[in-house]
C-alpha cells in the first residue's frame, strides 16, 4: 500500500472545535468519560527510562503538536525505545492504537445502549462516528504492525524497504484520521453539544485526535538513512 494512493486527511470543522472546547471546558464530561470501557495500552516494562530516554523523548515531543500529551503517555516506555526513532514511533503506535481501540467500544456501547429522549439526528451521528472508530482502531493496528515489522528488522532496514514501511505506516495513520475527522465533522453539527452521549464522544474524538497526530508527527522523524 503506497501512502500516495491515500486522499490527504481531512480538516476538522470550526465548528466542531467549538464544540469540543465547551465539551472539555465542563466539568461534568470528566466524570461520564472515566465511566467509559477503557482498551489499555501494552503494560509498560518494569524499569525506568535512563536519562538519554528521557532528553530524547523531551525533544521529539517538543516537535509534535501536544508536547505534553506525547511525553507523559510515552515516559512510561522509554527503557524500551531510549533513543531509537523507530522503537519510538512504535511505543506511539501501540498507545494510539489502544486509545482508538477505546473509542471503538464505548461508541459502539453507546449505540447498543440507546440514550432516553435522544434525538434521532444525535443517535444517527453517534451510530457513524461509532463505524468511522472502529475503522480507525483496525487502520491504527496496522501501523502499529508496520512498525512492529520495521523494529523487528532492525539495522537491516534500509533503502526501499525502510520507505515502504514508513510509507505504509503513514498510509493507515492518514485513513485513521480521515474516519476521525469525518466523525468530528458529523459531531459539530448544532444539535449534538446538548446530548451527553454525543458530548462523551467529542472528548474521546479529542484526545484520539491528538495521539493520532503524535504517532504520525513521530513516525515522519523516523531517519531515512
Known amino acids: 500500500m503506497q501512502e ?15 464544540v469540543a472546547a465547551a465539551v472539555v471546558a465542563s466539568a461534568s464530561l470528566a466524570n461520564e468519560a472515566a465511566a467509559s470501557p477503557k482498551a489499555t495500552p501494552p503494560p509498560p516494562p518494569p524499569c ?21 500529551v506525547c511525553y507523559d503517555a510515552l515516559i512510561p516506555y522509554g527503557c524500551t525505545f531510549n533513543t531509537s526513532h523507530v522503537k519510538l514511533a512504535r511505543a506511539a503506535a501501540d498507545v494510539n492504537a489502544a486509545r482508538l481501540r477505546s473509542l471503538s467500544l464505548r461508541t459502539k456501547e453507546l449505540v447498543s445502549r440507546g440514550s432516553p429522549g435522544e434525538s434521532a439526528g444525535v443517535a444517527t451521528v453517534i451510530r457513524d462516528c461509532a463505524s468511522m472508530a472502529s475503522s480507525a482502531s483496525s487502520h491504527a493496528k496496522e501501523t502499529a504492525a508496520e512498525l512492529a515489522r520495521l523494529d523487528a528488522m532492525g539495522d537491516a532496514a534500509k ?20 474516519n476521525e475527522a469525518t466523525c468530528a465533522d458529523e459531531l459539530g453539527f448544532s444539535g449534538a453539544a446538548v446530548s451527553p452521549a454525543a458530548r462523551e464522544v467529542i472528548a474521546e474524538v479529542v484526545t484520539a485526535k491528538q495521539y493520532t497526530s503524535i504517532t504520525m508527527s513521530l513516525v515522519n522523524a523516523i531517519p531515512l538513512s
Open 4 to 18: 500516495a494512493a491515500m486522499a490527504p486527511p481531512r480538516t476538522t470543522s470550526v465548528s466542531f472545535l467549538m
Open 159 to 178: 533503502g526501499s524497504q525502510l520507505r515502504w514501511a514508513m510509507s505504509n505506516a503513514k498510509t493507515w495513520l492518514s485513513a485513521a484520521m480521515t
Open 48 to 68: 525506568l527510562a535512563p536519562p538519554s530516554a528521557v532528553a530524547f523523548l523531551r525533544q521529539r515531543c517538543a516537535t509534535t503538536l501536544y508536547r505534553l
